[in-house]
């Protein structure tokens, strides 16, 4: 790195950084309590003490490894925080194709650099040193930390409840205040109990949702940077067809919209960086290199250019801008400067970095044509659906062996359990089975979850530590059914301990969710997917404007 760069770095830093200590130690203290981490030890700053938040470790290594990593995920994700340019860069044995461990050390320096810990103001604490900065996550071998569906909403409550969201906002511009008057007309919200276009037991609640919806349509402008060569920014027709094809349909959806863009950065509560994953990827990525240095260094410079263009940037260290990407690195080459992002990501595994509240999953939608882009939506009644249980898949991953291991060749008539099938026989069982299996392949999504709700099948998730998309919003448990990695030996016994009018109903609500998973071609459509996606970071935008 060169110096001239590095000065720049400690500038940028330098801009934010009360702030983001103040967020640091907040979230750090919210995040220890709520885990309730007694054995790693924890003396907090009282406000006034210059001295110190200590972080101790526990005698219990297992326990204390585990818990720390918990931590460090979490801690990791929470709210804004500077990087080391250097350090950020990922080594060779990284690459997941040709190393299982996939993991990342990087960045393990980052916050205890000079310019992050020293010369504070005499009433910011120091920030705690975190030795390890992700979990490592193998793709062979389950996560250590399993983290339910419900903790999941706990901790999106948690986060968005915080006490410091109902402090004046930081910056005192008026978008802040736009942003902290529609969080209090959320929380205010009218109740609603029956909605025409709503189906109400589908949402956490119902009357939340609307009233968020509403105040976002009325509210939300969004500035898009022109910034960026084509083809990895601004160029969507690119990427509009197969399993990535989510960044590519935001991109273009989000670009042409008359609702919701302006062209002064003044009058943004959102920032979007328009660039795809895939083609950054397809690009970038030289084959056989095992590195991704490069793809990570393309994108650190473009907020070098962005940051020094608008202040913008280093206003919120980027804590309001937004980009959504598929492809599976994503996550991994998001932690430089972007860390700090809503980062709308297919690949949302709250065991590593994705941060429930913060972090937005994006739906992974398989598009199979431009015209068509949901597929022949549709499939039996509850009563036609014959089948127990399909999935059908290449065998990546660790899960997918011991599902087919466990139950492709059962006696079980009503098990349909397949290596790769042909796409034809693929959509007639979806359309013709209760319950569509959707088991994590090397990452934790799949585009499964979107298919099986498109043609009328229950989700079955099984996919430890998988963030399902609009969980904000979306009470899943109320139309899919989520079983740990480790009871795939019960999945039948599972299935079929619930009962038909249960089923049914959850059936229902399946048929009831489709218009959230929907892409239209256009001018997007009321609660369809962009606008989901879009809600889902203008909703985390608004509960966290610190
Ligand atoms: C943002 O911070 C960087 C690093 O200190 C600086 O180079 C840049 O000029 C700043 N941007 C603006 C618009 O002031
Ligand atoms: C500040 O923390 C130090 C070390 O933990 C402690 O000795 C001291 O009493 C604290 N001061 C106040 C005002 O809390
Ligand atoms: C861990 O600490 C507890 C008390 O804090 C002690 O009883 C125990 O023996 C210690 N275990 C080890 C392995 O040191
Ligand atoms: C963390 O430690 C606590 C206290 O020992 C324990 O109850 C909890 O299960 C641990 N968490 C994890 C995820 O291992
Ligand atoms: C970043 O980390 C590298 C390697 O650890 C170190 O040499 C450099 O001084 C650091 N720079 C900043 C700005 O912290
Ligand atoms: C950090 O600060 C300490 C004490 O102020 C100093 O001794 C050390 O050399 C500094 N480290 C770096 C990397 O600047
Ligand atoms: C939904 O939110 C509204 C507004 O905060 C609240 O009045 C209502 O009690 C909530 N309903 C449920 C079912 O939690």
Redesign the pocket.
Known sequence: MDQSRVLRFIGQVETCRVVLLMVLVVAFVSGLQYFELSPVLL?I??P??S??S?FRKSNDTTKSAENETFLASQEASTGLKPYNRTTEVLKSSEHKFLDDSHKIEASGQRRRSNETASSLHPLQPKIPQIRKKYPHRSITKPPSIVISIKQMNNMILKRHNDPKNSLAPLWGSKVDQELKTARDKIKKAALVKKDDTLYAPLYHNISIFKRSYELMEQTLKVYVYSEGDRPIFHQPEAIMEGIYASEGWFMKLMESSHRFLTKDPTKAHLFYIPFSSRILQQKLYVHDSHSRNNLVKYLGNYIDLIASNYPSWNRTCGSDHFFTACHDWAPTETRGPYINCIRALCNADVGIDFVVGKDVSLPETKVSSLQNPNGKIGGSRPSKRTILAFFAGSLHGYVRPILLNQWSSRPEQDMKIFNRIDHKSYIRYMKRSRFCVCAKGYEVNSPRVVESILYGCVPVIISDNFVPPFLEILNWESFAVFVPEKEIPNLRKILISIPVRRYVEMQKRVLKVQKHFMWHDGEPVRYDIFHMILHSVWYNRVFQTF
């Open positions: 003396s700053v009282s006034g003490n001295t110190i200590e």
